[in-house]
C-alpha cells in the first residue's frame, strides 16, 4: 500500500475514529522510539510482524528517521538468514530502559510471549500492543491499539498500514505553553 492508497484509506474512514487512533497510536510509538536500534518489532512465533516491520523500515528511510528504524525479533531466525533477518530472542533479553518493544499479534499470546513481553517491561522497555483485544497484552503494554476481529472496516492489516505511515508523518515542534496547556487539560479536562 503506497502512501496514496493510506491517504484514500483515511479518507474513507475519516467519520470512524480510526485514522485519529492510529495516528495518536503512532505519535506515542515514534516519541517513544528516540535511539536507532531501539525499536523493537516482536509478535508469536507463526505470525512474525515483518509486515510491519517492513513498513517502519521505509517510513524511517523515506523519512530520515533512524529512530524509527525497526528491529524485527523473530523466535528462531533460518540459519544463514540476512543480518536483519537474523536477530533472535537474545536480542529481546538485552532490551533495556529507553527502548521500546512492539508487539503485533492477531491472536491471543501465548505464555511465553507474554513471560518475554513483560521481562522486557520489568527492565524499563516502553511496550505498545497492536492486537485484537487481547487483554493480557493489553495488561503489560503501555499503550494498545485494538483492532477487533470482527471489525468490518478496518482490517489488522489495514491497521499496520496506517500506524506506519502515522509514524512517518512530519510531527510539529511543541514549544512549552503548548505541551503545558495540554497537561493543564490532561488533568482538569476541557473546557465546557
Not at 107 to 119: G, Q
Not at 121 to 131: K, N, P, S
Request: no cysteine.
Amino acid at each position: 500500500m503506497d502512501a496514496s492508497q493510506v491517504a484514500a484509506l483515511r479518507g474513507l474512514l475519516a467519520t470512524t475514529g480510526w485514522p485519529e487512533r492510529t495516528r495518536e497510536f503512532a505519535r506515542a510509538l515514534r516519541s517513544s522510539a528516540r535511539t536507532p536500534g531501539g525499536l523493537l518489532v516482536f509478535g508469536p512465533p507463526d505470525d512474525e510482524p515483518w509486515h510491519l516491520a517492513a513498513h517502519l523500515d521505509d517510513e524511517s528511510r523515506l523519512g530520515g528517521l533512524p529512530e524509527l528504524a525497526p528491529t524485527l525479533v523473530r523466535w528462531e531466525p533460518p540459519p544463514g538468514a540476512p543480518p536483519h533477518l537474523r536477530v533472535g530472542l537474545e536480542r529481546l533479553e538485552a532490551a533495556r530502559r529507553g527502548e521500546t518493544l512492539i508487539v503485533v499479534s492477531e491472536e491471543e499470546s501465548a505464555a511465553p510471549l507474554l513471560e518475554r513481553v513483560d521481562d522486557a517491561r520489568r527492565v524499563g522497555a516502553t511496550i505498545f500492543a497492536l492486537d485484537t483485544g487481547d487483554r493480557e497484552l493489553e495488561g503489560l503494554a503501555h499503550e494498545a491499539l485494538t483492532v477487533p476481529a470482527d471489525d468490518r472496516l478496518v482490517s489488522f492489516d489495514a491497521a499496520q498500514h496506517l500506524v506506519s505511515a502515522a509514524a512517518g508523518e512530519p510531527q510539529p515542534r511543541r514549544g512549552l505553553r503548548v505541551r503545558l496547556a495540554r497537561l493543564l487539560e490532561t488533568i482538569s479536562g476541557p473546557d465546557v
